[in-house]
């Protein structure tokens, strides 16, 4: 089974309006990390937000918010005010201990999806 | 601070040939991690490295792979006698190894394997 799905591959947002990118992950580590990371058609891997498993709240940077939803295993990113710079591919990745029990943290990346924003 | 570096940016090299690629994490980082990034593909785990520990190399593909570290500085990974299908993009990501720290990726070297 997937670690790490994103059931999106595209999604169309209107500049300005509000996207919701899907994430959905599966573990049995108790601890456990979630990021986002953001694919501009250049190349790098840029880093966008972090949910701790044993966080309370959702975490929230600038425009970007995880709708992190426990039980169901989700972890959703919703990007606010949507802008033509954020055209570009999304992964979300998961955090767990390595079973190799090397204590490496290795992150398990989804196969992304493609976002672009229509001015 | 800067950030993570890689060279080369790409390489093109022929089947069957050798080839090293580099990192400089970012200072201070004590981990350092290589990644595979396949056309159209996420990231796949290929090593990690950590102070003196030994690396967790449950990643790598095969034993054409392998990488090197000295202390907390630059990595090379190495890939011999390269495949076709060894092209992707190899990206390097470095981090404070404390639990949930970030990890902070270079801009990749981009293969091409002919």
């Known amino acids: 089974a997937q670690k790490i799905t994103q059931t999106q591959p595209g999604m169309f947002v209107q500049e300005k309006e509000a996207v919701t990118l899907d994430c959905t992950y599966d573990?049995?580590?108790?601890?456990?990390?979630l990021f986002w990371y953001k694919q501009p058609s250049s190349g790098e891997m840029i880093f966008l937000i972090y949910q701790g498993s044993y966080d309370q709240q959702n975490a929230t940077e600038g425009r970007y918010s995880l709708n992190f939803q426990k039980a169901r295993k989700s972890a959703n990113l919703v990007i606010s005010a949507s802008q033509l710079g954020d055209s570009a591919m999304y992964f979300c990745a998961m955090r767990e201990r390595a079973i190799s029990g090397a204590g490496s943290y290795q992150l398990t990346f989804g196969k992304g999806t493609k976002l672009s924003v229509i001015p | 601070g800067a950030g993570v570096s890689q060279s080369p940016s790409n390489k093109v090299t022929e089947k069957g040939k050798d080839v090293e690629l580099r990192c400089d994490p970012i200072?201070?980082?004590?981990?350092l991690y290589w990644y595979r990034q396949r056309l159209g593909q996420g990231l796949e785990f290929l090593i990690y490295f950590q102070g003196n520990s030994a690396p967790d190399k449950s990643g790598l593909p095969s034993d054409r792979f392998s990488a090197e570290r000295t202390g907390e500085s630059v990595s090379t990974l190495t890939i011999q006698r390269t495949q076709q299908e060894d092209s992707a993009v190899y990206l390097c990501?470095?981090?404070?190894?404390?639990?949930?720290?970030?990890?902070?990726f270079g801009p990749g070297t981009r293969l091409l394997v002919l």
């Open positions: 200072s201070g980082h004590t981990a």
């Open positions: 990501a470095s981090s404070l190894e404390l639990v949930g720290e970030t990890q902070y």
């Open positions: 573990t049995s580590d108790p601890s456990y990390g």
